[in-house]
């Protein structure tokens, strides 16, 4: 085994996310400190990208506010994130959605995916 690999493992702290993938609708929510007061703060968007590995791991999430396209990176170890919620999974052929910077409106909407329990 590699040793950077080993230390990232050794640091990183194992939290539970659920399952997610580029254009599923997801609610992040972390935490923000401003001077000595800390709040939790939701980011509710689309995941547009997950890129890295171990500990370099990070998710892109997408959200339009008031018309202007906003948004995030998170990495999977940030200890300000206290929580994911994972809303809708989305219907895309792709792994990197950077399309949709360019569309506006009803063509910048994600697919439902449906699963059919049998």
């Known amino acids: 085994m590699d040793a950077i690999k080993f ?3 050794q640091l990183a702290q194992k939290k539970d996310y ?3 993938r580029p254009g599923d609708n997801i609610v992040v929510n972390y935490r923000i400190v401003e001077g000595n007061k800390e709040r939790i703060q939701a980011f509710r968007g689309d995941v547009i990208q ?3 590995e171990g500990a370099t791991k990070t998710f892109t999430v997408r ?3 008031n018309g202007v396209g906003v948004e995030r990176i998170f990495p999977f170890t940030s200890p300000n994130i206290v929580d994911i919620q994972l809303l809708k999974r989305g219907k895309v052929r792709r792994s990197r959605l950077f399309y949709l910077r360019g569309l506006v409106g009803k063509k910048a909407r ?3 995916r449906k699963f059919i329990k049998s």
Do not use: L, N
Request: hydrophobic letters at 40%; glycine letters at 6%; proline letters at 7%.
């Open 110 to 112: 994600i697919q439902e």
């Open 63 to 65: 959200k339009m506010s």
């Open 50 to 52: 997950i890129k890295g």
């Open 7 to 9: 230390v990232q493992e």
């Open 18 to 20: 659920p399952a997610f």
